[in-house]
T-cell receptor, first 112, second 109 residues
Framework: SAVISQKPSRDICQRGTSLTIQCQVD?????MFWYRQQPGQSLTLIAT?????????ESGFVIDKFPISRPNLTFSTLTVSNMSPEDSSIYLC?????????FGPGTRLTVL | KNEVEQSPQNLTAQEGEFITINCSYS?????LHWLQQHPGGGIVSLFM???GKKKHGRLIATINIQEKHSSLHITASHPRDSAVYIC???????????FGQGTRLTINP
């Protein structure tokens, strides 16, 4: 199993600012996934973060808006840049471990 | 059309009722996941299926690969089962999950 923690758990930010979300896993994993869940919607994959290489972004998401770091096999950060109210969402990191998908508790972001 | 469709979108039932949530998908998959999301946002993995049927406590999940369909059943439902249940599939050869829209379940005492 994998235990995932995220920081912060929630934040309220002003438009135009940036927020960095941290994801820590208690075991080494090759891939870490960052998801966004907009209000009332299901999860959408933002990008896949591999250690030692550039993150792979899904259609509609770009590195300038959502830069990702993956400095080692247990940690990753997602930055939401130049925020607007449309970025208000829950952001979740996730890992694949064995036969199960594990999710962090999420970061609830509100942009005013 | 979404790759993963769930029904119903919302379901309200009385405590003790038998609950069924359905999931249909349109792509070839290597696995299907059922997830539970509580109001705080945290997500818990309930099942991963590639064939057949799995049971855990009062929860049963089935999958029919030929029909591209899965069901999640809850027996003797309880108010603490109230949550959003999400179906997600992993396409063949892919690492990422594609999610359904979720089913919001409310069990009244």
């Amino acid at each position: 199993s994998a235990v995932i923690s995220q920081k912060p758990s929630r934040d309220i930010c002003q438009r135009g600012t940036s927020l960095t979300i941290q994801c820590q896993v208690d075991s080494q994993v090759t891939m870490m996934f960052w998801y966004r869940q907009q209000p009332g919607q299901s999860l959408t994959l933002i990008a896949t973060a591999n250690q030692g290489s550039e993150a792979t972004y899904e259609s509609g998401f770009v590195i300038d808006k959502f830069p990702i770091s993956r400095p080692n096999l247990t940690f990753s950060t997602l930055t939401v840049s130049n925020m607007s109210p449309e970025d208000s969402s829950i952001y979740l990191c996730s890992v694949w471990g064995g036969n199960e998908q594990f999710f962090g508790p999420g970061t609830r972001l509100t942009v005013l | 059309k979404n790759e993963v469709e769930q029904s119903p979108q919302n379901l309200t039932a009385q405590e003790g009722e038998f609950i069924t949530i359905n999931c249909s998908y349109s792509v070839g998959i290597s696995a299907l996941h059922w997830l539970q999301q509580h109001p705080g946002g945290g997500i818990v993995s309930l099942f991963m299926l590639s064939s057949g049927k799995k049971k855990h406590g009062r929860l049963i999940a089935t999958i029919n690969i030929q029909e591209k369909h899965s069901s999640l059943h809850i027996t003797a439902s309880h108010p603490r089962d109230s949550a959003v249940y999400i179906c997600a599939v992993r396409a063949q050869g892919a690492q990422k999950l594609v999610f359904g829209q979720g089913t919001r379940l409310t069990i009244n005492p």
